[in-house]
């Protein structure tokens, strides 16, 4: 079955820097885009970037741009969230999806009903 297994989460100062793992088995990663959510107490989870099943076009949310960046490694089975200048605002749990659709060639990467997969989510705290 496919699995999805974030890692890289933890505590960090605010200003500070964290890079999340996403390790996928069981499908062809290559062929799927790749997408980070992120989830805070009390709040619906929200989108926070995505990556092309090519890794030829990248999404961000507003709230990341210039901070965040996805990238994937199609060799691995990997996608890479890097995240610098982290603010108390980004404190959530971070999940990992697949998107639905092998090859998508669209732009509508920012709704979660069109991952089909998650991970279990990784935990980022962000002190002020």
């Known amino acids: 079955q496919v699995q999805l297994v974030e890692s890289g989460g933890g505590l960090v100062q605010a200003g500070g820097s964290l890079r999340l793992s996403c390790v996928v088995s069981?499908?062809?990663?290559?062929?799927?885009?790749m997408g980070w959510f992120r989830q805070a107490p009390g709040k619906e989870r929200e989108f926070v970037a995505a990556?092309?099943?090519?890794?030829?076009?990248?999404s961000y949310a507003d709230s990341v741009k210039g901070r965040f960046t996805i990238s994937r490694d199609n060799a691995k089975n990997t996608v890479y969230l890097q995240m610098n200048s982290l603010k108390p605002e980004d404190t959530a749990v971070y999940y990992c999806?697949?998107?639905?659709?092998?090859?998508?060639?669209?732009?509508?990467?920012?709704?979660?009903?069109?991952?089909?997969?998650w991970g279990q989510g990784t935990q980022v705290t962000v002190s002020s």
């Open positions: 999806a697949t998107h639905s659709v092998a090859y998508y060639l669209g732009s509508t990467y920012s709704t979660p009903g069109n991952y089909d997969y």
């Open positions: 069981g499908r062809t990663f290559s062929a799927y885009a």
């Open positions: 990556i092309r099943w090519s890794g030829s076009s990248t």
